[in-house]
T-cell receptor, first 114, second 113 residues
Framework: DAGVIQSPRHEVTEMGQEVTLRCKPI?????LFWYRQTMMRGLELLIY????????DSGMPEDRFSAKMPNASFSTLKIQPSEPRDSAVYFC????????????FGPGTRLLVL | AQSVTQLDSQVPVFEEAPVELRCNYS??????LFWYVQYPNQGLQLLLK??????LVKGINGFEAEFNKSQTSFHLRKPSVHISDTAEYFC???????????FGTGTRLQVFP
């Protein structure tokens, strides 16, 4: 099992550009979570999906952020337009299903917005 | 609302010494409790979890934690640490009726030779 796969691992972009982060959950997992990690705010849940349906997006900071999960094996987190304060490490995690409590984290995408 | 407090942002310790990383939580309802470890430039990995039953939970790499409901604590312990235990450790809490994990701010464990 390859684990949760995230791409790219590193992204450097300029303010105003669109950024798309990608995640492939572990095969067979039904839940997917997007987190953001910064020094100031620690680990924050942005949004999560159960069976490809967004359940709670209350952590999404503003309308510039959007997330989709078109199928069980792929999700994207998009920032448009990006700002320097979006610089952070973005983690994707998946979970086998409700009733199984462990979330499995990907290696993260380190985003730097100049 | 739930919250998680990790009182120590950094814990320096010598190799083979015991260590305790503190975690306190607040919640008015039943919760599940977790400890995750993050090695440099990696994602988080589950160390152990408390869902129900015995309050002493054993995890990977020789770590254990004890759930204390009266003190709303879930401290992580290891009797003898190794250099390889140097990492960031996160305590997390989840209400039993939700999917959301709330993380503490993390404790950086630095093990010296």
């Amino acid at each position: 099992d390859a684990g949760v796969i995230q791409s790219p691992r590193h992204e450097v972009t300029e303010m105003g550009q669109e950024v798309t982060l990608r995640c492939k959950p572990i095969s067979g997992h039904n839940s997917l979570f997007w987190y953001r990690q910064t020094m100031m705010r620690g680990l924050e849940l942005l949004i999560y999906f159960n069976n490809n349906v967004p359940i709670d997006d209350s952590g999404m900071p503003e309308d510039r952020f959007s997330a989709k999960m078109p199928n069980a094996s792929f999700s994207t987190l998009k920032i448009q337009p990006s700002e320097p304060r979006d610089s952070a490490v973005y983690f994707c995690a998946s979970r086998p299903g409700q009733g199984e409590e462990t979330q499995y984290f990907g290696p993260g995408t380190r985003l730097l917005v100049l | 609302a739930q919250s998680v407090t990790q009182l120590d942002s950094q814990v320096p310790v010598f190799e083979e010494a015991p260590v305790e990383l503190r975690c306190n939580y607040s919640s008015s309802v039943s919760v599940y409790l977790f400890w995750y470890v993050q090695y440099p430039n990696q994602g988080l990995q589950l160390l152990l979890k408390y869902l129900s039953g015995s309050t002493l939970v054993k995890g990977i790499n020789g770590f254990e934690a004890e759930f204390n409901k009266s003190q709303t604590s879930f401290h992580l312990r290891k009797p003898s640490v190794h250099i390889s235990d140097t990492a960031e450790y996160f305590c997390a809490v989840r209400r039993t009726n939700t999917d959301k994990l709330i993380f503490g701010t993390g404790t950086r464990l630095q093990v010296f030779p």
